[in-house]
Each structure stands twice: as structure tokens, then as C-alpha cells.
């Protein structure tokens, strides 16, 4: 089982029990100031204190952790909301007509910080209003003039901003993370690329070297040998990481690895991106004319494949300098049950809702054309 990380909203967390402990020493002031015009001048110092000890739990449990969890700050913003509205009983109607509530609403504040960092923007605006509607309520009124009372503006501000830097910070700590793991993976790899180079690619290379110099049947082991001795070379000098969660990938390295002493790629220098589904289809078809390169054009034949973005469509063309192919060829096999080209190739293609065009002379080698347009994000999913 994966291990947590630290909290990336940790030091948002700090700073919002900073502005815990300032709106505590306000609300003294303040209680200090209008304690003598309440009604219940007693009852408002005995809730005062459950003010200040909820304060001091709320402080202790963001800062060590355990509270930063839905409960916890559900309960917060129930607690400041009947402190709020304990004030139609520690006070007047007219003081509270002219006053606001008597845990001030910079106080309450700290309801919607909490509710902030803990479910994101939409979280903390939302305890804001809550915070509001409870002042409005206690003052029996909604004012309407911003100009005189900003507590809605100021509640909604705040429970924006403080959501936006929490949500921002997580981000940032999940791409740190895959940061982190991609570097682990290159290491990993590093090392196994050494201990493959010194074992198993040497061995090959000296297998398909003497199989040469040998000659006979020993040639087509020195071939096969040669062909895995090249295959395990790209794998230990790939640089590239396919990201399995991704959407999209770039078809260029798909491409690059296909790359040998027989097949030569010409590649944009900037990625080309293509729906996941789309891009395995379009290098599997690509695998495909590669294969019959080796298979039919002859020994020596070379392969040169060329990648073009072209907007709405991503191109990739196969040309080969082999013998090529008579024409009739590929209907004559059609017509014997050798569907080979038709269904990996063209029928990829087709299925793609791309193209795929052969244009080959005898002695002049093959050339594949294979086409697909880029796929809108919109429409995965749907066939």
C-alpha cells in the first residue's frame, strides 16, 4: 500500500491559525467594548469563553493534523453559526439591529478559511454565505448597500482565494510527485539498462558475430540474434516514459522505437499528439509495413518512415528501396486467403476512420501512406 505524503496544504493551514489567533485578540477588544450594553452581560462572557476554547481545539487540530477532515470543519461552521445567532439571546434586537453579531464576522471568517482549504473554492464560498445569511439574520435585515456592509463581498473573496491557493497547492504537489516517480523509474532503468548492456547484449552481439563468420545455418541464428541484440539496444537507450493515465500520446515516440540499422525515422521536433487508441492502431499498422519490409524486399532493403502533424490528421509514410511489388500481387494473395495487408493495415486504418494507400513498381521499392484524423476529445467514448 502507497504511502501518504505531506500534506501540501500544510503551511495554508499554519498561516489560517496566524489569522485564527489575531481574530481571537479583535474579538476580545471588541467583547471588552460592548460586554456593558448586552442584556445578558454574564451569559455573553460564558460564551465568549466556549469562543475561545473552540478557537484553541480548532488551532491544535489543524496545526497537528487530525482535524483537517470534513467532520472536523462541518462542525467548525455549525458552532460559529450558534455562537452568531446567540446573539438574539446575550442581546437586544435593537443592539443587534445596530451592531453585528457578537462574535464579529472577522471571527466567523475562520469558519469559511477552514472550509476553504478543506473542500476547495467552491466549499469556502459557499460557508461564506452561510456566514452571512447568519449575520442577516441575527440583524433581522439584508442590507443591500455593499457600501456600508461588505461581509458578503469579503466572506465570497475570501473563501475563493484561500480555495484557488489550496487547490493550487495540491496540484503542484501531485506533479511534484510524478516528478518524483519518473526520476525513480529513470534510475531503475539506468541500472538495468547496465546490467543488460554487460550481460545479455554482449552475449547476442557475439552470437550474431559468429554466426556470420560461421556461415550456413548458423546465418539465420546470427540474424535472429542481430535483430534481438538491436531491439534490447533501443530499449536501454529509450529516454522516453509512456504515461498509461494519459489521454494522449505522442506518436513520435512510439515511432522512435522502432528505429534499428534497417529503419530510418524522420521525426517533427516537436510531439505530435494523438488519442491513446488512435496512436497504438496507427504504430501497430506501422509494425505491420515494417515487417513486410523485412519479410519481401529483399536482405538488404533499408525503411524509411517519415512523421507529419498536419493539423486535423497525423501522417506517417513507409518507403522502402526493395524489389517492390508486380502489380496483380496483393489481389492474387487476396484471392488465395493472404489477407495479411488488407485486415492489419488498411482494415486498421479504415476502422480509424483514416486511409491507408500502397503505391509500389517493381524495383523501385514500396511506399504505405497511412492517415488518421485527430480524433476530438468530445467524441471518445462513443465509437
Known amino acids: 500500500m502507497a504511502t501518504r505524503g505531506p500534506d501540501p496544504t500544510a503551511p495554508l493551514w499554519r498561516a489560517a491559525q496566524l489569522f485564527r489567533l489575531l481574530s481571537c485578540i479583535y474579538a476580545l477588544g471588541y467583547q471588552i467594548a460592548v460586554n456593558s450594553d448586552l442584556d445578558r452581560p454574564g451569559l455573553g462572557w460564558l460564551l465568549f469563553t466556549v469562543l475561545v476554547g473552540w478557537s484553541a481545539a480548532c488551532a491544535i487540530a489543524y496545526l497537528r493534523g487530525f482535524g483537517r477532515r470534513p467532520g472536523w470543519v462541518i462542525a467548525e461552521i455549525l458552532i460559529v453559526v450558534l455562537l452568531m445567532l446567540s446573539t438574539v439571546v446575550v442581546a437586544s434586537d435593537q443592539w443587534a439591529l445596530d451592531n453585528q453579531t457578537w462574535?464579529?464576522?472577522?471571527?466567523?471568517?475562520?469558519?469559511?478559511i477552514s472550509a476553504a482549504l478543506q473542500f476547495g473554492p467552491a466549499g469556502g464560498m459557499l460557508t461564506g454565505v452561510v456566514v452571512t445569511a447568519a449575520n442577516e439574520a441575527v440583524t433581522g435585515y439584508v442590507n443591500v448597500n455593499l457600501g456600508r456592509d461588505a461581509t458578503m463581498i469579503i466572506e465570497l473573496a475570501v473563501g475563493l482565494a484561500v480555495g484557488m491557493a489550496a487547490r493550487t497547492a495540491r496540484r503542484a504537489h501531485d506533479?511534484?510527485?510524478?516528478?518524483?516517480?519518473?526520476?525513480?523509474?529513470?534510475?531503475?532503468?539506468?541500472?538495468?539498462?547496465?546490467?543488460?548492456?554487460?550481460?545479455?547484449?554482449?552475449?547476442?552481439?557475439?552470437?550474431?558475430?559468429r554466426g556470420r563468420e560461421i556461415g550456413g545455418a548458423a546465418s539465420q541464428l546470427s540474424e535472429l540474434a542481430g535483430e534481438q541484440e538491436r531491439?534490447?539496444?533501443?530499449?536501454?537507450?529509450?529516454?522516453?516514459?509512456?504515461?498509461?493515465?494519459?489521454?494522449?500520446v505522442d506518436m513520435g515516440t512510439l515511432l522512435r522505437r522502432r528505429a534499428c540499422d534497417r529503419v530510418s525515422l524522420s521525426l517533427p521536433g516537436t510531439p505530435v499528439a494523438l488519442d491513446r487508441d488512435v496512436a497504438?492502431?496507427?504504430?501497430?499498422?506501422?509494425?505491420?509495413?515494417?515487417?513486410n519490409v523485412r519479410s519481401h524486399a529483399g536482405p538488404t532493403a533499408r525503411a524509411f518512415v517519415l512523421l507529419e502533424d498536419l493539423g486535423d490528421a497525423v501522417m506517417v509514410s513507409i518507403r522502402d528501396d526493395g524489389v517492390g511489388i508486380a502489380a496483380?500481387?496483393?489481389?492474387?494473395?487476396?484471392?488465395?486467403?493472404?489477407?495479411?495487408?488488407?485486415?492489419?493495415?488498411?482494415?486498421r486504418l479504415t476502422s480509424l476512420g483514416g486511409s491507408a494507400q500502397l503505391r509500389s513498381e517493381v524495383g523501385e521499392g514500396t511506399e504505405w501512406e497511412l492517415c488518421v484524423p485527430r480524433r476530438d476529445p468530445k467524441e471518445r467514448g462513443h465509437g
Open 280 to 291: 497504438t492502431e496507427l504504430d501497430a499498422a506501422v509494425g505491420n509495413a515494417l515487417d
Open 103 to 112: 462574535p464579529t464576522t472577522l471571527w466567523a471568517t475562520n469558519a469559511t
Open 175 to 209: 506533479d511534484l510527485q510524478r516528478a518524483a516517480q519518473l526520476s525513480a523509474a529513470l534510475k531503475e532503468r539506468e541500472r538495468l539498462s547496465r546490467q543488460v548492456h554487460d550481460g545479455v547484449i554482449q552475449v547476442l552481439a557475439l552470437v550474431a558475430k
Open 231 to 248: 531491439a534490447l539496444r533501443r530499449w536501454v537507450t529509450a529516454t522516453d516514459f509512456d504515461d498509461e493515465a494519459a489521454q494522449t
Open 328 to 347: 496483380g500481387r496483393l489481389r492474387e494473395a487476396a484471392d488465395q486467403g493472404r489477407l495479411g495487408v488488407s485486415q492489419s493495415i488498411v482494415g
